[in-house]
């Protein structure tokens, strides 16, 4: 792009928007500059690709793809895997570009995650149900400039049929804030997703943050919080809560994450239906609020 702009005259500099340091080439870009190296190897795929020898990305891509030996399927979804993540940079520096954004390659990785894990639940619905799911996926946003993240997760305990849920926020650099968890004796699974997520979105509000997004893996949540759909009878103390904050200024959005990204939001809410509990704490080393 750069190299066409110049031949028609207009001026501009070809340094990498994402770490101001090297040329933007295509290969530095996708692959090789240190912003986006964090990104391949904090995704879901893990790939290092400091020490690639490739002589571009498309060689690269198909130098990647799993062998043969294993299925249609998982070769599928890795592939969409990397061009969804490739997508999600491209995308991120043209906001660097056009909208002045500041480079931020952990929400990169969140919204190609998000996407990832949109599309591997659409294509293994649409391989139970051979309909497609492409229309419910909803919109992704890009631009909100969140500032707090809030991780939560519900856990219903099979044998004592007791339910508890927890929440951790973080900082966009993934530094704690706070954490909590409440036991919710044999309330639904759900209903106590809500409860945390309502707690852990005042605090944060107390705390002064006002772009807030949350992190579970409820696709339900995800809608509601997103507003794909309209609230059921039991989420409209949770929807007009939101929508108040929203008239306030405080924006709540929500990412679909795979589990592993919650895992251990999930061990808190187990550890609340063993006995019973209902807490909330700053983490100690943090008191810097944005
Ligand atoms: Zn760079």
Known sequence: MFHKLRCRGIATSNVCLMCNEDEETVNHLFLQCPFVRAIWLGSSLGIRTYFLVTNSVKQWVVSAIPNKEDSEDIRMLYLQSMFTILWSIWNHRNLVLHQGKVPNPKEVLLIAQSCICRYHQAFSMERVQNTSTRQQQGKTFTNYNWNIILKVAAYKNKKTKKSGAAFEALTMDGVSIFSGGNSCGRKQHYLALQDVVSEAIFKAKELGFHRILILSTSTKLDKLCNRNRKPVW???????????????DVLVNHLLVPTVVNSHVLDLADITTSFPVHHCRMTSDYSHVT
């Open 234 to 248: 039991s989420e409209k103390t949770f929807y007009t809560d939101i929508q108040k904050l929203s008239q306030q």
